[in-house]
């Protein structure tokens, strides 16, 4: 699958005063994770450059760091394309995100603090607020919003980063079992780690975060079967 990219009308967003290549894989991240780059589409680093008005040097390091995250595959003096969903590395990053998550709520909820309950709880109302909304790239990125308030609630927020960077493939079959699953049982998953955690029960929040984490995986034959030609496995 291929696909023009509306690129022009983001380039006078590039903040010249910020280094340009984490910029475009930001936005190239985004845009691969909410599936507008679907895997497959073809990525012209002539168009990139064109579009941003850039010198190759920052479009390659762009693409270079994609491709270390898994989003992209680059085919020398061929292709640069966005890559399939591994469900092997999929996998991967799903064990250690539920490790690393499981542990810190379970040490946040041995020892609750209002004010970090009432942040969590209004994080996931501007969740509730979209969940009768079709569009679906902002309630990921207030999903990820809330999971990143644990990460700092628990001192780990240098780790968060390295989380996101092997979530990619993760993350994208997330997006596409969504509409299935339905924004409502994430909003629902969250307050049951949130009721884990004011109640100061450990084990109560983990098991939530564990259920919380582990519904896309429990639904990846169907999620290949619906979209064969999205996934590898």
């Known amino acids: 699958m291929t696909s023009d990219l509306p690129f022009a009308k983001h380039r006078s967003g590039l903040d010249r005063t910020r280094q340009i290549a984490p910029q475009i894989v930001e936005y190239l991240r985004e845009k691969i994770l909410e599936l507008e780059l ?4 073809s990525l012209s680093r002539i168009e990139l450059q064109k579009q941003f008005g850039l010198s190759q040097t920052p479009v390659r390091d762009a693409l270079m760091r994609l491709e270390e995250e898994g989003l992209v595959t680059v085919y020398p003096q061929y292709a640069t394309l966005v890559s399939k969903i591994d ?3 999929a996998r991967q990053s799903h064990f250690m995100r539920r490790a ?9 909820a041995s020892k609750p603090d209002r004010r970090f309950i009432d942040r969590l709880t209004a994080a996931n109302e501007k969740l509730k607020a979209l969940v009768s909304s079709n569009e679906y790239g ?3 990125r207030r999903d990820r919003d809330f999971h990143y308030i644990l990460y700092e609630e628990a001192g780990l927020e240098d780790i968060w980063p390295v989380v996101r960077r092997h979530s990619g493939h993760i993350d994208r079959l997330r997006r596409l079992n969504l509409p299935n699953v339905g924004k409502a049982r994430v909003v629902d998953n969250h307050d049951a780690i ?17 259920i919380h984490l582990s519904g896309t995986l429990s639904m ?6 619906r979209y064969p030609d999205f996934v590898e496995r």
Do not use: C, R
């Open 38 to 41: 679907a895997p497959g589409t």
């Open 87 to 89: 469900i092997k590395l």
């Open 100 to 108: 690393v998550e499981q542990e810190i709520v379970h040490e946040l």
């Open 138 to 140: 902002d309630f990921l």
């Open 194 to 210: 949130i009721e884990g955690i004011a109640a100061g029960n450990p084990d109560k929040a983990e098991e939530a975060m564990k």
């Open 220 to 225: 990846v034959d169907s999620i290949v079967e």
